[in-house]
C-alpha cells in the first residue's frame, strides 16, 4: 500500500519544513496545495516535491482538500495540516500499516492530539478520519470544519498526530467569518454547521449567540451523537457565563439520554455543586468521574476529565469538608496525571500541616 500525502497551506514558513520532514519517511508521494501564500511557503515545499499546485481561495476548505485528493495517484490519500507534527513512533506505525493494511479497508482513523499538559503529553484529542482509498473517490463535505462521513469499511487505530497549532492571544476570525458569510446569505445551516458555529461563537465570546445555536443544535434533533453530548457540556458552560442557571442541570442530564454519564458531565455537575457550596452533592459526582469505565470514544476526549480534573477537585471538596487524609490521597492520586502540576504542590504542602 502506497500513500499520497496531501496538504493545503498558505503562508506556512514557520511549520511547513518540520512537517514534511517527517512525513517523507512514510509518503510515497507529497502532494501541496497552496492557496494564496505571501511567504517562503512554495519554497519550502519544493525542497520535498514538485508537485506543488495552485488554488484560488473560494472560501471554502473542502473544495481545496478535494482538488488535493483529485492530483493524488497512490492507493490511499492522506491529509495532514501543515503546523501537525508526527511523531517518531507514529511515523514507525504508519509504516508497519503500509505493510499489513488490508486491502478492503477503506477509510483508516489516527487520534489527533489537540492540547498537551506541561510534559508535552495529548491531553485533548479526537479521532479523525486521516487515509482514504483512492478508488472510492472519497469528498470532502463543509466549507469549515471539514470532514469526510465516515462511511465504507473503517479501520480503527491508535496511531497519533499531534496539532501544535502557533499559541496565539487573538483568536482566528477565519472560521466565523466563513460562517457568517453562509449565514448572512441565507443558507440553511445542517446540524453539523449549527454545532460547529456555536463553538466558534463561544470561542469569540459570543455567549448569547453561542448559546442561541448549540439550542438550535440539540433541538435539530439529527446531531452525531458524540456533538450532542458533548453539547449538553458546553451549553451548559455558557449558561454559567451569562447567569442563566437553572438551565445547567437539566442540560447537564439531559447527556444522559444518550449514553451512560461521561467523566465531563460528572465533572460539571460536581463544579455546579461546587458553586453552590455543597460539597457532599459535588464531591460524588468528582469521584463518579474517578471509577467510570475507561471509555473508547470517537469524538473530542479530555484525559483531564478521568485523570487530574476529578482528583484535585474530589480533594478540593474534602478539605472543605474537613477529611484532610482523604483529600490528601485524590491529590496524590492527581498527581499521577499531573506530577508537576503547582496545584498539586500547593495542595500537598496545604495538607501536609493538616494531616
Same mark, same amino acid.
Given at each position: 500500500?502506497?500513500?499520497?500525502?496531501?496538504?493545503?497551506?498558505?503562508?506556512?514558513?514557520?511549520?511547513?519544513?518540520?512537517?514534511?520532514?517527517?512525513?517523507?519517511?512514510?509518503?510515497?508521494?507529497?502532494?501541496?496545495?497552496?492557496?494564496?501564500?505571501?511567504?517562503?511557503?512554495?519554497?519550502?515545499?519544493?525542497?520535498?516535491?514538485?508537485?506543488?499546485?495552485?488554488?484560488?481561495?473560494?472560501?471554502?476548505?473542502?473544495?481545496?482538500?478535494?482538488?488535493?485528493?483529485?492530483?493524488?495517484?497512490?492507493?490511499?490519500?492522506?491529509?495532514?495540516?501543515?503546523?501537525?507534527?508526527?511523531?517518531?513512533?507514529?511515523?514507525?506505525?504508519?509504516?508497519?500499516?503500509?505493510?499489513?493494511?488490508?486491502?478492503?479497508?477503506?477509510?483508516?482513523?489516527?487520534?489527533?492530539?489537540?492540547?498537551?499538559?506541561?510534559?508535552?503529553?495529548?491531553?485533548?484529542?479526537?479521532?479523525?478520519?486521516?487515509?482514504?482509498?483512492?478508488?472510492?473517490?472519497?469528498?470532502?463535505?463543509?466549507?469549515?470544519?471539514?470532514?469526510?462521513?465516515?462511511?465504507?469499511?473503517?479501520?480503527?487505530?491508535?496511531?497519533?498526530?499531534?496539532?501544535?497549532?502557533?499559541?496565539?492571544?487573538?483568536?482566528?476570525?477565519? !472560521? %466565523? +467569518?466563513?460562517?457568517?458569510? /453562509?449565514?448572512?446569505? &441565507?443558507?440553511?445551516?445542517? *446540524?453539523?454547521?449549527?454545532?460547529?458555529? $456555536?463553538?466558534?461563537?463561544?470561542?469569540?465570546?459570543?455567549?448569547?449567540?453561542?448559546?442561541?445555536?448549540?439550542?438550535?443544535?440539540?433541538?435539530?434533533?439529527?446531531?452525531?451523537?458524540?456533538?450532542?453530548?458533548?453539547?449538553?457540556?458546553?451549553?451548559?458552560?455558557?449558561?454559567?457565563?451569562?447567569?442563566?442557571?437553572?438551565?445547567?442541570?437539566?442540560?447537564?442530564?439531559?447527556?444522559?439520554?444518550?449514553?451512560?454519564?461521561?467523566?465531563?458531565?460528572?465533572?460539571?455537575?460536581?463544579?455546579?455543586?461546587?458553586?453552590?457550596?455543597?460539597?457532599?452533592?459535588?464531591?460524588?459526582?468528582?469521584?463518579?468521574?474517578?471509577?467510570?469505565?475507561?471509555?473508547?470514544?470517537?469524538?473530542?476526549?479530555?484525559?483531564?476529565?478521568?485523570?487530574?480534573?476529578? !482528583? %484535585? +477537585?474530589?480533594?478540593?471538596? /474534602?478539605?472543605?469538608? &474537613?477529611?484532610?487524609?482523604? *483529600?490528601?490521597?485524590?491529590?496524590?492520586? $492527581?498527581?499521577?496525571?499531573?506530577?508537576?502540576?503547582?496545584?498539586?504542590?500547593?495542595?500537598?504542602?496545604?495538607?501536609?500541616?493538616?494531616?
Amino acid at each position: 500500500m502506497k500513500i499520497s500525502l496531501c496538504l493545503i497551506v498558505k503562508n506556512e514558513e514557520k511549520f511547513l519544513s518540520r512537517c514534511l520532514e517527517s512525513a517523507v519517511k512514510f509518503a510515497d508521494e507529497i502532494i501541496v496545495v497552496d492557496t494564496g501564500s505571501m511567504d517562503k511557503t512554495k519554497e519550502i515545499a519544493e525542497k520535498f516535491t514538485d508537485k506543488i499546485f495552485d488554488f484560488e481561495w473560494i472560501n471554502d476548505f473542502s473544495a481545496a482538500r478535494n482538488f488535493a485528493f483529485s492530483k493524488a495517484t497512490m492507493d490511499y490519500q492522506m491529509w495532514l495540516d501543515a503546523d501537525d507534527v508526527i511523531p517518531e513512533k507514529s511515523i514507525n506505525e504508519i509504516n508497519e500499516l503500509k505493510k499489513k493494511l488490508s486491502d478492503d479497508v477503506e477509510i483508516v482513523t489516527m487520534k489527533y492530539g489537540l492540547s498537551f499538559d506541561e510534559n508535552n503529553n495529548p491531553t485533548f484529542h479526537s479521532t479523525r478520519e486521516r487515509l482514504f482509498k483512492k478508488s472510492k473517490n472519497y469528498q470532502w463535505i463543509e466549507p469549515v470544519h471539514e470532514c469526510i462521513p465516515l462511511v465504507g469499511n473503517i479501520y480503527y487505530t491508535d496511531i497519533e498526530i499531534w496539532h501544535k497549532k502557533e499559541v496565539s492571544e487573538v483568536v482566528s476570525t477565519r !472560521n %466565523i +467569518e466563513i460562517y457568517r458569510a /453562509l449565514e448572512e446569505s &441565507g443558507k440553511e445551516f445542517s *446540524a453539523r454547521q449549527l454545532y460547529y458555529y $456555536a463553538r466558534e461563537l463561544k470561542d469569540h465570546h459570543e455567549t448569547v449567540k453561542a448559546i442561541t445555536f448549540f439550542e438550535k443544535f440539540l433541538a435539530s434533533g439529527s446531531g452525531w451523537i458524540e456533538d450532542v453530548i458533548a453539547c449538553c457540556q458546553e451549553l451548559a458552560i455558557e449558561y454559567k457565563k451569562n447567569g442563566t442557571e437553572e438551565k445547567i442541570l437539566p442540560t447537564l442530564l439531559k447527556s444522559f439520554e444518550y449514553d451512560i454519564p461521561r467523566p465531563e458531565i460528572c465533572c460539571e455537575l460536581g463544579y455546579y455543586y461546587k458553586d453552590k457550596q455543597d460539597y457532599n452533592q459535588a464531591l460524588k459526582w468528582f469521584d463518579l468521574a474517578t471509577r467510570l469505565p475507561q471509555f473508547h470514544s470517537v469524538g473530542f476526549v479530555s484525559s483531564d476529565y478521568t485523570g487530574y480534573i476529578p !482528583n %484535585i +477537585e474530589a480533594c478540593v471538596c /474534602l478539605s472543605f469538608l &474537613g477529611e484532610y487524609k482523604k *483529600a490528601n490521597e485524590y491529590n496524590e492520586i $492527581a498527581a499521577l496525571s499531573r506530577p508537576n502540576c503547582p496545584s498539586v504542590r500547593q495542595n500537598r504542602d496545604y495538607l501536609r500541616e493538616l494531616i
